[in-house]
């Protein structure tokens, strides 16, 4: 299945930005900026992420098949996927490339690089793989699903009203800012939840996956 589209990324993020009552000349350049990290850092974890192995399972010898029979827990950041410092330069970027170049651009960069990163760190944390992969020969035969929850937009909300804080943008809008990334953030996670697939070919031994499995 296909990663979210930037036009999703674009719509989504723009409506968040203008129900959190940003509508100054440049919300729809901030609505863009923070679609465009979105989508450049969801890029780089669906490269990294990585289902652990240990997902329990059941395939019997001979002829070693079956399914698995539990979750598969996802590898978290940095190296299941980008942290913060990973996706600075790249919401610095897009800033840029929208003509956002107040000296308060630095600060939002982090703002939006740490709430991303921290949507996603999340993510590890609260999505699985499902059980129920097939399993032939010791190996996983099908494509898998993903299972749980995206993090919601209030819990990403609170993160970035402390980075807001902790970055000197303290200003009127800051909370309007965390609110339009916290639902931003969340919508194109719970996208990438609804379209992504585990990869089949993850090793199996008869009581548990053997090997790491990868995202498509």
Same mark, same amino acid.
């Given at each position: 299945m296909p990663a979210p589209t930037a036009s999703q990324l674009?719509? $989504?993020?723009? *409506?968040?930005?203008?129900?959190?009552?940003?509508?100054?000349?440049?919300?729809?350049?901030? =609505?863009?900026?923070?679609?465009?990290?979105?989508g450049a850092a969801l890029a780089l974890f669906a490269a990294q992420a990585m289902v652990m192995p240990g997902a329990p399972a059941a395939a019997p010898p001979p002829p070693g098949a079956g399914a698995t029979a539990g979750p598969g827990n996802l590898m978290p950041p940095p190296a299941g996927g980008p942290d913060a410092g990973a996706i600075e330069g790249l919401a610095s970027g897009f800033l840029a490339a929208r003509g956002l170049l107040g000296e308060n651009a630095p600060d939002?960069?982090?703002?939006?690089? @740490?709430?991303?990163? #921290? =949507?996603?760190?999340l993510f590890t944390s609260t999505v +699985?793989? *499902?059980? @129920?992969?097939?399993? *032939? @020969? +010791?190996?996983?035969?099908?494509?898998?699903?993903? $299972?749980?929850?995206?993090?919601p937009a209030a819990a990403l909300e609170g993160v970035a009203n402390g980075l807001c804080s902790s970055n000197k943008l303290?200003? #009127?809008?800051a909370g309007d800012l965390a609110t339009a990334l916290g639902k931003s953030i969340?919508?194109?996670?719970?996208?990438l939840m609804q379209q992504c697939l585990v990869l089949p070919g993850i090793p199996a031994s008869? @009581?548990?996956t053997a090997g790491p499995g990868r995202l498509m």
């Open positions: 674009a719509s $989504m993020a723009k *409506a968040a930005v203008q129900n959190a009552g940003l509508k100054g000349e440049n919300a729809p350049d901030l =609505g863009d900026a923070i679609a465009d990290t979105c939002l960069a982090k703002v939006i690089a @740490g709430a991303v990163a #921290e =949507g996603i760190k +699985f793989a *499902a059980p @129920g992969i097939t399993i *032939a @020969g +010791f190996v996983t035969a099908a494509p898998g699903t993903l $299972m749980g929850a995206a993090p303290r200003g #009127e809008n969340s919508d194109a996670l719970g996208l008869p @009581g548990a």
